[in-house]
C-alpha cells in the first residue's frame, strides 16, 4: 500500500516562503515520478509541479513557474516543494501524489495515490 505524509505547511505573510516534505512508502519510491497539486476553496485541484522518477526532469504550472521548486531525494524517499516569493493566491491545501509512471505528469486524473494534504496560508 503507498502511502503518503506531507508536512511543512502553515501560516507565512505574502513574499514569504514555506518548504513542503511529501514522505513515501510502500513501493520503490525511485521508480516513479512526483507531483504536488493544490486546491483552494471552492475550486477545483489543480496540478503545481511535478518531477520524474530520476529527478532529471520537472515541470511547473504557470502561476508557480520561477517561485516554486520541486526537488526528490530518492536516498530518503521524499519529495520536497520550495515555495517562494508566496502570493495570498497560493493558498490552498497542497497534496502530494504519485502517477503510476516514471515520467512527469500534469493532469489531476494521472495521479493514482494521493497524501492527506497540508493547508498553506498566505496572508496579505
Known amino acids: 500500500q503507498v502511502t503518503l505524509v506531507e508536512s511543512g505547511g502553515g501560516l507565512v505573510q505574502a513574499g514569504g516562503s514555506l518548504r513542503l516534505s511529501c514522505a513515501a512508502s510502500?513501493?520503490?519510491?525511485?521508480?516513479?515520478?512526483m507531483g504536488w497539486l493544490r486546491q483552494a476553496p471552492g475550486k477545483e485541484r489543480e496540478f503545481v509541479a511535478a518531477?520524474?522518477?530520476?529527478?532529471?526532469?520537472?515541470y511547473y504550472a504557470d502561476s508557480v513557474k520561477g517561485r516554486f521548486t520541486i526537488s526528490r531525494d530518492n536516498a530518503k524517499n521524499t519529495v520536497y516543494l520550495q515555495m517562494n516569493s508566496l502570493k495570498p493566491e497560493d493558498t490552498a491545501v497542497y497534496y502530494c501524489?504519485?502517477?503510476?509512471?516514471?515520467?512527469?505528469?500534469?493532469?489531476?486524473?494521472?495521479?493514482?495515490?494521493w497524501g492527506q494534504g497540508t493547508q498553506v496560508t498566505v496572508s496579505s
Open positions: 501524489a504519485t502517477p503510476e509512471s516514471r515520467l512527469v505528469r500534469v493532469q489531476t486524473y494521472e495521479y493514482s495515490y
Open positions: 510502500g513501493r520503490t519510491f525511485s521508480s516513479y515520478a
Open positions: 518531477i520524474n522518477w530520476s529527478g532529471s526532469s520537472t
